[in-house]
């Protein structure tokens, strides 16, 4: 165990002692952590990149389905990548802790959004479904009339000269489908 400095410059001598002690032991982890986010970087491209491929391939008439797919995985793979960042530059607690509040913001915001994801599901089925298509007559709810859009929350109808939109969770629900006449 050192001795206490008797002055100020003995004090001064320690403190800058004690500071690039730390410097240079930390060294290795930041550079480990720097290696790891140009690995993560390169890996995080492909999979954003083969992701999009497949979603155009998927949704090729739907550019936004393609869009938002690339950026949430793009967020997950990043928030992931941070937080082995963290815990290799000797951070574990922080990444921990971090990883847990995003759970709960996470629970937060898809609760508040439960509404827009559930027209967003809905969507996708409505998109996928061969026999909801634009062009098709088909009674949904209230509404009756031609299919003109499916949209990311919405789906977009023409009935009697008048544009009707309506949410897809609500449409999804119940439809059917008129005979062609």
Do not use: H
């Not at 001598?13 to 390169?42: C, H, K, M, Q, Y």
């Not at 290799?88 to 609760?111: D, K, M, N």
């Not at 909801?132 to 009756?144: C, E, H, I, K, L």
């Not at 859009?149 to 439809?175: H, M, P, Q, Y």
């Amino acid at each position: 165990m050192s001795e206490p400095p008797s002055s100020l410059s003995g004090l001064l001598n320690s403190t800058v002692d004690e500071f690039v002690g730390n410097v240079a032991a930390a060294i290795p982890r930041v550079l480990t952590g720097l290696v790891f986010l140009a690995l993560a970087a390169v890996l995080i491209r492909a999979l954003v990149a083969a992701v999009r491929v497949v979603l155009r391939r998927v949704y090729a008439d739907q550019p936004i389905y393609v869009q938002l797919g690339g950026t949430l995985v793009s967020i997950v793979l990043w928030f992931g990548a941070l937080l082995g960042f963290l815990s290799a530059v000797g951070l574990p607690e922080i990444a921990a802790a971090l990883g847990t509040a995003s759970g709960f913001l996470a629970l937060g915001v898809s609760y508040a959004l439960s509404g827009m994801l559930a027209d967003a599901v809905a969507g996708i089925y409505l998109l996928r479904d061969p026999d909801f298509n634009p062009g098709d007559t088909v009674v949904a709810g209230d509404v009756s009339g031609t299919v003109t859009a499916i949209e990311l929350r919405k789906t977009r109808f023409r009935s009697e000269g008048d544009t009707i939109v309506r949410a897809n969770a609500d449409v999804e629900k119940k439809w059917t489908k008129k005979p062609d006449q």
